[in-house]
Antibody
Framework: QVTLKESGPSLVKPTETLTLTCSFSGFSLNSIGMRVSWVRQPPGKALEWLARTGWDDDDVYSTSLKTRLTISKDTSKNQVVLTMTKMDPADTATYFC??????????????WGQGILVTVSS | DIVLTQYPDSLAVSLGERATINCKSSQSVLHSSNDKNYISWYQKKPGEPPKLLIYWASTRESGVPDRFSGSGSGTDFTLTISSLQAEDVAVYFCQQYYDVRTFGQGTKVEIK
């Protein structure tokens, strides 16, 4: 059974660095075809894809946010960590992690965590 | 980045009627190597994670009801709900995976 869960602070101050952890079970990032991605949704706004990491160490970032994002993985702990620097109130959002399963030429986000709401406020 | 523009921003449809959502890409997402369109559709309900409905523009994900269908090629795509049910009230997003992934701005579907 595949599960993912996001954890981290619910409140951060402007200019601080946000660190979120995605803890997962039921698959391994050492397995070919497996990746984890991060997506966020500000209240009442659109989904925004942030970053992904995976079995092939081919980390990819959102073009608009790549200078602020770092994604890393700990395969022994089954965790993926996303850090975002210079937090701003506009970064207030629910942050989701998802398993990405790559097969037959396509990579699909097939399992998701429930998300974590992060508020940026002083 | 590839920009996806959805229209309308919202629509209200009677139960049992058809709902049609459009997604226009700023550039073609049809890959010449495999003749596939790198577009997917997601359903998003409040308090829930996104749910994948359609990929390759028209392939329904396992377990998705067949009232959901996708069509289109190149830069223009459509998600159709053939007979709207109450549980389909949600915001729907298109996403491209031709390049670094991006989402459309979303279309809110409500009951008339």
């Amino acid at each position: 059974q595949v599960t993912l869960k996001e954890s981290g602070p619910s409140l951060v101050k402007p200019t601080e660095t946000l660190t979120l952890t995605c803890s997962f079970s039921g698959f391994s990032l050492n397995s070919i075809g497996m990746r984890v991605s991060w997506v966020r949704q500000p209240p009442g706004k659109a989904l925004e894809w942030l970053a992904r990491t995976g079995w092939d160490d081919d980390d990819v970032y959102s073009t608009s946010l790549k200078t602020r994002l770092t994604i890393s993985k700990d395969t022994s702990k089954n965790q993926v960590v996303l850090t975002m620097t210079k937090m701003d109130p506009a970064d207030t959002a629910t942050y989701f992690c998802a398993r990405v399963y790559c097969t037959n030429g396509v990579c699909l986000d097939d399992y998701w965590g429930q998300g974590i709401l992060v508020t940026v406020s002083s | 980045d590839i920009v996806l523009t959805q229209y309308p921003d919202s629509l209200a449809v009677s139960l049992g009627e058809r709902a049609t959502i459009n997604c226009k890409s700023s550039q073609s997402v049809l890959h010449s190597s495999n003749d596939k369109n790198y577009i997917s559709w997601y359903q998003k309900k409040p308090g829930e994670p996104p749910k994948l409905l359609i990929y390759w523009a028209s392939t329904r994900e396992s377990g998705v009801p067949d009232r959901f269908s996708g069509s289109g090629s190149g830069t223009d795509f459509t998600l159709t709900i053939s007979s709207l049910q109450a549980e389909d009230v949600a915001v729907y997003f298109c996403q491209q995976y031709y390049d670094v992934r991006t989402f459309g701005q979303g279309t809110k579907v409500e009951i008339k």
